[in-house]
């Protein structure tokens, strides 16, 4: 199965609201988390990986 920015979004929002109805306190953490993810994902996607900025 390959990963595709169109498919990581959705999945890391599912993965990070089952977390928080589990976990409450990780709220802050996993939002951080997830702002990371797709920022670094978005750059990628951007930039095609070749680590031109």
Do not use: E, H, K
């Amino acid at each position: 199965m390959v990963m595709d920015v169109v498919v990581i979004g959705p999945l890391m929002a599912l993965l990070s609201g089952i977390a928080i109805l589990i976990w409450p306190r990780l709220l802050n953490f996993i939002v951080a988390f997830y702002l990371i993810l797709i920022g670094i994902v978005g750059l990628v996607a951007q930039y095609g990986g070749t680590g031109r900025f």
